[in-house]
């Protein structure tokens, strides 16, 4: 668990706005379905841009590390939020958080979930041999980092 929000708990999950599954192939659609979910949130145009690049990353992890797709369920709460989850084997999260200062590039990225944790508000991982959950709220009202 990273950054997480200050009850030091998710919040409660009531309403979805989207939930879907994505591959390659439909990375542009979602992308697309979050950013004009997202404009109808309260964010402004700079954290929805913010926001749209994080859950960008998160959807091409899983696509790359994953098991080439995933799902996505964009959420409101009284806080905008995200949960992606795939069925790759999981990966060990403490190699990745925390992690304060920008990783260095490597052949395989590495830089994924660093960039996310700069744009959103927390950011939850769980991860283990039948895959991998990561849920993020959308920063609001405020500067990344």
């Known amino acids: ?27 542009n659609r979602v992308r697309h379905e979050v950013e004009a979910l997202s404009r109808g949130c ?15 990353e998160l959807m091409i992890n899983v696509i790359r590390h994953g098991g080439g797709g995933g799902g996505l369920r964009l959420l409101l709460d009284g806080q905008l939020t995200c949960e992606v989850t795939d069925q790759g084997r999981g990966f060990n ?15 395989t990225g590495g ?23 990561i849920r993020i709220a959308a920063r609001t009202g405020g500067t990344p980092g």
Not at 44 to 54: F, G, K, L
Not at 111 to 128: R, T
């Open 42 to 56: 309260g964010l402004d145009p700079d954290e929805v841009q913010n926001w749209v690049i994080a859950v960008n």
């Open 1 to 27: 668990m990273v950054n997480p929000p200050p009850d030091h708990h998710a919040p409660t999950v009531r309403r979805p706005l989207l939930s879907t599954s994505f591959t390659l192939a439909d990375l």
């Open 93 to 107: 999260t403490a190699r990745y958080f925390p992690c304060a200062e920008r990783p260095p590039l490597s052949d």
């Open 111 to 133: 830089m994924g979930l660093w960039v996310v944790g700069q744009m959103a508000d927390y950011l939850l991982v769980d991860s283990g041999s039948a895959g991998t959950t």
